[in-house]
Each structure stands twice: as structure tokens, then as C-alpha cells.
């Protein structure tokens, strides 16, 4: 439940305002936190207390409260000062340390429910009744916002609760969003929308974030967004969408830090091809040759001829190149490929055999 840094802070407080010792135990007498002069009550007494039907008791100079979890017992306070307000200012903590359990349930029973409902464990009727307790509004619109966090050289989770942190201030804090995590170095925002937004909307949400996350949390980020849901059942649809452009994004299109589900053009498609297909498909275009021992610099000057619509003289510009020495690169591709990227044909036809081959480098890097 709550750590015991957090109780302990909030006895150091409380003590701090009303100038008394507070200390918690658990229901067998073993003592949580406590204040720096606060002496603790014997195990054996606190733990009898806990088993009675009394609320409160009178120990000495000491009063001990009982800290309830749903009407049942889940601390046990102890509180010693002047008996004037000594028990109103005890109870005053209590009610504190109740607000805390309650707020750290509700916390992790939202989280445990997003968790099991992106995932599909959860069945249609459950989605709706639990969400009904945990007041979640079933109809509104929201979208699935997934963050990748790299988790830099100490490989530890810094980085992923430094992210956690700024969105939970970013976007949670206002109401209706929520956060959660169901794999390592990646967190989820379930963004909540207004009927006004669309995906120019989303995007600029996905930016603002990355951006903050790089500038103030000091940590490496991308993010990727499926589609806009107007229902809760539907929200394990946007993450599974964002899941892929997440991965898509890693195979083609490496250096945008932002994707969205429906702009991943051809590379969605090349993602959900079997991979016999995709084999069977560099087989007819290669045949034996190895598209993979393309060179670093071969790839860069066919991109910018792409990029310039197959126009070879401007690819030359703008790689300060002589026309010649472009023209001799792409004549030695078309030796070991076959394949002419001067013609559109050849060249649509390279391009998306590149891609089906960087698919299945992919494959074989998840094993």
C-alpha cells in the first residue's frame, strides 16, 4: 500500500503543525514510521487494540486510533501531546492517513482496470460495471497515446518514472486522462477529448509531450497514437493501433519521433504480411542476392533520389555529387539487383522490397 517514506512524511508534518509525537503500526504492533521523539507502544499492546471493538483508547499519555480501510482496520495511530486537543488532533491525522489509503486504492484499482481493459481481459459487462464503481465515464471521446522511453545508460527505471511524473502533471492532473504501464520502458496515456478534437489535436498533445519530456525530464521519448474511441470497450483498439505504429515506426520511418496509426502508409500494410510472403517476395525480386549488403551510403543517395522524384540531376545537387558519379551508382544497383531505379516501375518496386526486407530483419530481432 502507501509507502513508509509517504506516512512518515505525513506525521512530520502534522506533528510540525500541531507540536505532538505520532507514530503507525500495522495490526501485529510492528511499527511503520514515527515521528523523531515519539516512543513506540509495545507490539503486544497495539496488537490487542486491534482485535478489540474500541475505535480509540487511552494509553498512559498517548491516545490510540484506529485507521480504517473500508470500515475495517488497516493502522493503528498513535498519537502523544497535551491532553487538551491531544485526541481531536489524533483523529485529525487519522482521518489524513484514511484519505491516503483511499486515494491510493482508488489509484491502483483505475490502474488495474486500464491495465486488464487494453489488454482484452476484461469482458464486455465487467468493463462496464467496474467502471460504473471507479466513476469512469464509459461514453467520451478518447485516444491511446503510447510513449517509449529509452531508458539511457543505467538501463534502471529513472528515466520511466521521470516520464511518469511529468505526464501525470501535464495531462492527469487536469481530470479525465489517465495513466498507466503494462510493458517496461513504456507509458500509456489514455488522453480524454473534447467533441472539437481531432487528430491535428492529438498530434499536437504527442508533440508537446515529447518535447517536455526531452527538455525538462532530460530523458529520450517517442510517442504513437491510434484512433480517436468514443467508448471505453473500444480503447483496447486505439492501443493496439498505437502498439503497431509504435513498431512500424521503428522499421520504416526511424527517424520521426511522432506516428499516427493512419498516416503509416504502405509500412501498415508490409507489418501484417505473413512472413512467408514476404520471403517468397524477395525471392522473385533478388532472387539470391542479399538486399541487406546494400551499403549505408548507396541507401542514403537512393532515398534523396526518391525523396526528388527520380530527378537525377537535382539528387545530384543536392548531395554534391557529379551527375556521372550518380548515375554510376545507380548503374551498379541495377548490376547486382536487377533492378533499374531510374524507371518508376524498378523504382516502386526497390523501394518496397527494401522495406519487406528491413520487416523481416525485424522479425528476426524479436526472435
Not at 188 to 195: G, M, R, W
Request: with cysteine; proline share 2%; glycine share 6%.
Amino acid at each position: 500500500m502507501i509507502t513508509s517514506q509517504i506516512i512518515k512524511k505525513c506525521l512530520e508534518d502534522m506533528g510540525a503543525i500541531t507540536h505532538m509525537e505520532f507514530s503507525v503500526q500495522d495490526l501485529n504492533g510492528n511499527t511503520i514510521a514515527a515521528t523523531a521523539g515519539m516512543e513506540v507502544p509495545d507490539a503486544e499492546i497495539v496488537s490487542v487494540f486491534a482485535r478489540s471493538a474500541a475505535d480509540s483508547q487511552i494509553m498512559g499519555t498517548s491516545y490510540l486510533l484506529k485507521v480504517l480501510d473500508d470500515s475495517d482496520p488497516f493502522y493503528i495511530l498513535t498519537a502523544s501531546g497535551s491532553r487538551d486537543y491531544a485526541l481531536m488532533a489524533a483523529k485529525m491525522v487519522a482521518s489524513q492517513l484514511q484519505s491516503m489509503i483511499a486515494l491510493y486504492k482508488d489509484r491502483l484499482d483505475r490502474g488495474n482496470f486500464f491495465q486488464n481493459l487494453l489488454l482484452d481481459n476484461l469482458l464486455k459487462v465487467d468493463i462496464y460495471n467496474r467502471a460504473r464503481k471507479l466513476h469512469i465515464t464509459n461514453l467520451e471521446p478518447r485516444a491511446i497515446i503510447v510513449f517509449d522511453i529509452d531508458p539511457g545508460k543505467s538501463g534502471g527505471n529513472e528515466a520511466e518514472t521521470a516520464a511518469a511524473q511529468l505526464l501525470t502533471g501535464l495531462f492527469v492532473s487536469q481530470g479525465g486522462s489517465y495513466l498507466t504501464q503494462v510493458e517496461e520502458n513504456s507509458v500509456i496515456l489514455i488522453k480524454s477529448l473534447t467533441s472539437e478534437d481531432d487528430y491535428e489535436a492529438l498530434e499536437q498533445c504527442a508533440v508537446t509531450a515529447v518535447d517536455m519530456l526531452e527538455t525538462e525530464a532530460m530523458v529520450r521519448a517517442s510517442a504513437a497514437y491510434g484512433t480517436i474511441v468514443t467508448e471505453l470497450k473500444d480503447l483496447s483498439k486505439s492501443y493496439k493501433e498505437a502498439r503497431m505504429a509504435m513498431d512500424v515506426g521503428r522499421i520504416f520511418y526511424a527517424g520521426r519521433k511522432i506516428l499516427s496509426y493512419n498516416e503509416l502508409g504502405i509500412g501498415r500494410l508490409i507489418y501484417q504480411l505473413p512472413v512467408n510472403l514476404c520471403s517468397m517476395f524477395l525471392h522473385e525480386i533478388f532472387g539470391e542476392y542479399d538486399p541487406s549488403l546494400i551499403d549505408q551510403e548507396t541507401l542514403a543517395t537512393i532515398q534523396t533520389f526518391f525523396e526528388n522524384n527520380l530527378n537525377v540531376s537535382e539528387t545530384s545537387r543536392k548531395l554534391f555529387v557529379h551527375r556521372n558519379t550518380l548515375v554510376y551508382r545507380m548503374e551498379k544497383l541495377q548490376r547486382e539487383t536487377g533492378l533499374d531505379i531510374r524507371t518508376f516501375d524498378d523504382a516502386m518496386t526497390f523501394r518496397i522490397a527494401i522495406m519487406v526486407s528491413e520487416y523481416m530483419k525485424f522479425l528476426e530481432r524479436k526472435g
